[in-house]
């Protein structure tokens, strides 16, 4: 049975990371892009999407953090996703979407990221970059 997606946002100091969790499907669209929307509204240092345990995204899900990525671009704010979920990581890699937004695989990475996005000396890249 498919579990209902929600969303979570969580600050850490000036940052936000907004976690999804569960099912995204057509019916979490709207959901989705309000809690994206006033994410970037809210102006942190930087966002990071942590969909390490979201379970199922649909074409709309993926447009959503697509537009999300653009309009946080456009607002000054960094924005990257963080999943090892093939789920979500295998529709990136199938439609090559990694080369138009930062996405981390590792923990890791995404702490580094979110430690450092925003700040004067740090630059993103859109990459996608999977390591074992």
Same mark, same amino acid.
């Given at each position: 049975?498919?579990?209902?997606?929600?969303?979570?946002?969580?600050?850490?100091?000036?940052?936000?990371?907004?976690?999804?969790?569960?099912?995204?499907? %057509?019916?979490?669209?709207?959901? *989705?892009? &309000?809690?994206? #929307? !006033? +994410?970037?509204? @809210?102006?942190?240092?930087?966002? =990071?999407?942590?969909?390490?345990?979201?379970?199922?995204?649909? %074409?709309?899900?993926?447009?959503? *953090?697509? &537009?999300?990525? #653009? !309009? +946080?671009?456009? @607002?000054?704010?960094?924005?990257? =996703?963080?999943?090892?979920?093939?789920?979500?990581?295998?529709?990136?890699?199938?439609?090559?979407?990694?080369?138009?937004?930062?996405?981390?695989?590792?923990?890791?990475?995404?702490?580094?990221? =979110?430690?450092?996005?925003?700040?004067?000396?740090?630059?993103?890249?859109?990459?996608?970059?999977?390591?074992?």
């Amino acid at each position: 049975m498919p579990r209902a997606g929600f969303e979570q946002t969580i600050w850490r100091d000036d940052a936000l990371v907004v976690a999804l969790r569960g099912d995204f499907d %057509a019916t979490k669209k709207t959901s *989705l892009s &309000t809690c994206l #929307a !006033d +994410a970037i509204a @809210a102006k942190p240092r930087a966002i =990071l999407v942590d969909a390490t345990t979201m379970t199922f995204g649909s %074409a709309g899900t993926f447009s959503e *953090l697509l &537009t999300a990525c #653009a !309009d +946080a671009q456009r @607002a000054g704010v960094p924005f990257a =996703l963080h999943t090892a979920a093939y789920a979500i990581l295998r529709p990136l890699l199938t439609l090559r979407l990694g080369s138009d937004m930062v996405v981390h695989r590792r923990p890791s990475d995404a702490r580094t990221w =979110l430690r450092n996005a925003g700040r004067t000396d740090h630059r993103d890249r859109p990459v996608m970059t999977f390591t074992p």
